[in-house]
């Protein structure tokens, strides 16, 4: 481990911090073991297994793990990793099983990740084996939050909800259908994956609150591509001016957007869509959302985003999304995506949504090849011996701003431009980073 | 003995054939040209542009190997409007993840003709069949290399081929380019 506090390149209060910790190797694998192995990470969510025998390959940090369904329904996430020597028992994308059979010796495993059957086990082993010890490593904690699947290798971390705090709002704004309907949401079939040469952090800090990078997206919004019709910018100018940067120093995560408010009488939260079924699905979810007093989400309608710590990032809405940059190296993160939509959207409300998706986000999105474009070129220009000597500025909105009114534990800006978020984001890193029990 | 030969009507096929051959040709100068405006009018107006992702599936289950239109979400998935979208965004001179422009060379091989459809004597449409290769070049070092097959269909419109349907079957799982800002 790296005797440097990690505080001395993070300097929150004067908001600078070191390139060190874009590019540095070391720093990176102090990350893998710190970070990586502590924190509350996205696997997956509910949708992409809903039967029995369903599992969906995924990420934690390095580490291939499975998501499974087992045949009692529970769900599971193990290291994808065969316990004899290693191999990955599972090199599939998605599908049904039984069980996992390693390809290597054949030990096979059932969707709980017990060892029920090892080759030779008589003969070999002269039936000494104590299969119960040799099972699938799980993660020591599971939490399904309104469908989307989340776990942690540390047995210590705090419960989800206690690791999101307050924070959880956000989620809940994306999570929830858009008429306040619980957790009235799933994936749509299909997980954009793709490499980027940039640090895993670009990417996190980006949606936890950056929302002065407008220069990057100049060209999209010369085109305008929607939401709501062509030609329409990708947000609306009511929203934009009543933007803010919540964050939560204590542990990292970041929303940008704006406070949480209640639904507001005089500005419909929604964009105005030239599809009619679009047009009536929002109309009446906006008027249900009235009705029944649903907590409003947090002036979102027309985008807003943030970053669960440290790397699940979300869109709210327009679209609505979750984005993990899964770590691959100090200067790679591979990236995968999911596209979120209402259960209850009517198919051509879908196919809008599917739409907007694809053409906003991922490799081939008008908006993220810019930003991606950015990440990529910062990182390279940030790793040479003298550039790495200068520190990146992060005195955005410095100093101004307070405690939230209604958030436990989160700061909010004063307006829209302001850099604290990351600095949250990194001083909560740092801390983790200096942590060594 | 060998077969008798229709002679007239095998050179027919040849002649649609090398046509078609020559339509993805100067397709690819277009694309590699830059000329984008001109490429975006080989296409239908009601033209699908799909680009699906591919998955690692078990033996036998192909049909999921694929992702599907429309239920599922690909990489491309477009019409004439998005299309368009693309082409404008490339012109702004401000997108950055092709400013400078990158330098791409769209290699077509392997053209042939799965069917023909006619009508009165006279085509009307044809599904064709063939590979790519794109290399892109861009800034000082990066380079990518995109290989697959495309299947397209063209249809006759006022004397011209256009294309009413392309499926680009890119042969990667996770994409290895940091970005789709090439045509395919
Ligand atoms: S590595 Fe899996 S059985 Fe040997
Ligand atoms: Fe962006």
């Not at chain 1, 934690?60 to 499974?68: H, N, T």
């Not at chain 1, 670009?202 to 929302?211: P, R, S, T, Y």
């Not at chain 2, 392997?110 to 044809?126: C, D, F, P, S, Y």
């Not at chain 2, 349907?165 to 290895?176: G, K, S, Y």
Request: proline content about 5%.
């Amino acid at each position: 481990m790296i005797a440097t506090s990690m505080k001395r390149l993070v300097d929150v209060d004067s908001g600078i911090i070191s390139r060190e910790i874009f590019v540095n190797e070391e720093i990176y694998r102090q990350e893998q073991e710190r970070i990586f192995t502590r924190a509350w990470l996205f696997v997956g969510h509910e949708s992409q297994i809903a039967k029995p025998g369903d599992y969906f390959s995924s990420y934690m940090g390095e580490d291939p793990v499975v998501l499974s369904r087992d045949r009692q329904g529970q769900i599971h996430v193990f290291l994808n990793s065969c316990r004899h020597r290693g191999m990955k028992v599972c090199r599939y994308d998605e599908g049904n099983t039984p069980v996992f059979t390693c390809p290597y010796h054949g030990w096979s495993y059932g969707l709980d990740g017990s060892l029920v059957g090892v080759p030779r086990f008589k003969e070999g082993y002269y039936g000494e084996l104590d299969k119960s010890q040799w099972g699938l490593v799980e993660v020591a904690q599971l939490c399904n939050y309104k469908g989307t699947i989340w776990a942690t290798w540390d047995p210590k971390a705090p419960p989800f909800l206690e690791y999101l705090g307050d924070f959880r709002v956000f989620l809940d704004g994306t999570l929830d259908a858009f008429d306040g309907e619980d957790g009235g949401s799933e994936v749509l079939g299909g997980v954009h994956k793709w490499v980027i040469p940039t640090n895993w952090k670009f990417v996190a800090e980006n949606f936890n609150g950056d929302h002065y990078h407008h220069p990057t997206h100049i060209s999209v919004e010369a085109v305008g591509i929607g939401p709501g019709r062509t030609g329409e910018a990708r947000h609306s100018d009511v929203q934009r001016h009543r933007r803010h940067m919540t964050s939560f120093p204590e542990k990292g995560h970041g929303w940008r957007g704006g406070p949480p408010q209640s639904l507001d009488e005089e500005i419909y939260p929604f964009p105005r869509f030239e599809l009619p079924e679009a047009e009536a699905y929002f109309q009446a979810a906006y008027d249900r959302r009235k009705k029944i007093g649903a907590p409003s989400p947090p002036t979102w309608m027309f985008g807003g985003g943030g970053n669960v710590f440290p790397n699940a990032s979300f869109h709210i809405a327009f679209p609505r999304s979750i984005c993990v940059s899964h770590p691959r190296g100090p200067l790679h993160t591979e990236m995968w995506r999911w596209y979120l939509v209402d259960k209850n959207f009517p198919d051509a409300v879908k196919d809008h949504f599917r739409h907007y998706s694809m053409r906003y986000g991922g490799p081939a999105g008008m908006t993220e090849q810019d930003d991606m474009e950015n990440w990529c070129y910062a990182t390279a220009a940030s790793k040479g011996p003298i550039a790495r000597r200068y520190d990146y500025n992060y005195q955005l909105g410095l100093g101004h701003g307070g405690v939230h009114p209604r958030l436990q534990g989160a700061w909010v800006s004063d307006g829209e431009f302001s850099e604290r978020n990351a600095l949250s984001m990194y001083g909560h890193w740092a801390e983790m980073m200096d942590r060594a029990d | 003995m060998a077969a008798a030969i229709d002679t007239g009507a095998d050179l027919e096929r040849l002649l649609l054939v090398r046509d078609i051959e020559e339509f993805f040709y100067a397709e690819a100068d277009l694309l590699d040209e830059r000329r984008f405006v001109e490429w975006l009018d080989l296409f239908t107006d009601d033209v699908q542009y799909l680009m699906p992702m591919r998955r690692n599936v078990k033996f036998g289950e192909w049909e999921r190997e694929t992702t599907k239109s429309p239920e599922e979400v690909s990489w491309f998935d477009d019409n004439k409007t998005t299309l368009t979208q693309r082409v404008n965004q490339l012109l702004t001179g401000v997108h950055w993840a092709e400013e400078p422009r990158s330098r791409v060379c769209h290699v077509v091989s392997g053209v042939r003709i799965k069917e023909v459809t006619t009508q009165n004597g006279e085509v009307t449409a044809v599904d064709t069949g063939s590979r790519f290769v794109v290399y892109r070049n861009r800034l000082e070092m990066e380079t990518d290399l995109f290989v697959g097959r495309r299947e397209d269909t063209l249809r006759r419109v006022g004397g011209q081929w256009k294309i009413a349907r392309r499926v680009i079957l890119l042969e990667q799982n996770v994409l290895l380019a940091k970005n789709l800002t090439v045509f395919f």
